[in-house]
């Protein structure tokens, strides 16, 4: 109340210091959701307190915030904290917290979504919240917890190039092990039984697109052959973008 007060009164760095010794009262006796919200009510009064310029102190607040509500599951609520840590970092020219705070949002967008579609008792114990048990919303919720994995797992939301990298090998490795494992392929309009470096060869073409057309598959492992070099279209980009957000970031 007397943060509040403070606030009204327009001492909004005094109001600040209050709500951040609150925030930490809070989180030592793990009461996480208000443990969230004086952090987060911390971060505007700095915002207030800086007027345009928004400073380190509240963007951790923020972050702060986010990591409190995760822990009582409001992961709807985090996200939008770390949208708001990610977005101050970022103008102020922090980019390592501001991947750091953008990645987690996304990771809560997600854990949101799956809280939702498996209609979770968690959800219960989010303070004033409630959700439509609805299949139709459940299912947009699980399409959304689909969604956001893919991007997870692909390339970390932009912020993990090497995980794209880590991909395209996998993907390469795992198509040269099927061609290999089929024992045919075609070379010079004649069938023969592939070594392991023919078939890792020839799935690099492939993923690549390159097209020598020396080695050709044969039968259902044409399918295989289309798919990896379907998903080269959408994976080497992600890569290239991921690669070049990350390197920009670094040098900036």
């Not at 925030?23 to 007027?51: M, P, Q």
């Not at 607040?61 to 840590?85: F, S, T, V």
């Not at 919240?129 to 997870?152: A, M, P, Q, T």
């Not at 078939?199 to 399918?223: A, C, E, K, N």
């Amino acid at each position: 109340n007397r943060a509040h007060q403070l606030l009204d009164k327009d001492q909004p760095e005094e109001a600040f210091k209050l709500f951040d010794e609150a925030a930490s009262l809070y989180k030592r006796v793990g009461d996480h959701y208000n443990s969230a919200e004086c952090f987060a009510s911390a971060g505007t009064c700095w915002n207030i307190h800086s007027g345009e310029k928004a400073l380190f102190n509240a963007a951790s607040r923020y972050q702060y915030a986010g990591e409190e509500a995760m822990k009582c599951y409001h992961y709807e609520y985090a996200r939008g904290l770390y949208h708001d840590a990610s977005r101050i970092y970022e103008r102020d020219g922090y980019p390592k917290w501001f991947s750091l705070c953008f990645y987690m949002s996304k990771i809560c967008e997600g854990k949101h979504a799956w809280l939702v579609f498996s209609n979770s008792a968690k959800l219960k114990t989010i303070p004033g919240v409630s959700y439509s048990g609805s299949f139709k919303s459940r299912f947009k919720y699980f399409f959304n917890w689909l969604l956001n994995e893919f991007h997870y797992l692909i390339w970390g939301y932009g912020e993990k190039p090497y995980r794209a990298l880590l991909t395209v090998l996998s993907i390469i490795l795992l198509s040269s092990i099927i061609f290999y494992t089929s024992g045919v392929l075609v070379y010079k309009d004649k069938v023969i039984p592939p070594t392991f470096f023919d078939s890792l060869y020839f799935s690099i073409v492939t993923f690549t697109t390159l097209g020598y057309g020396d080695y050709q598959p044969v039968g259902i492992y044409r399918l295989v052959s289309m798919i990896e070099a379907f998903s080269a279209l959408f994976i080497m980009p992600l890569f290239v973008v991921a690669l070049t957000r990350k390197y920009l970031r670094t040098y900036y």
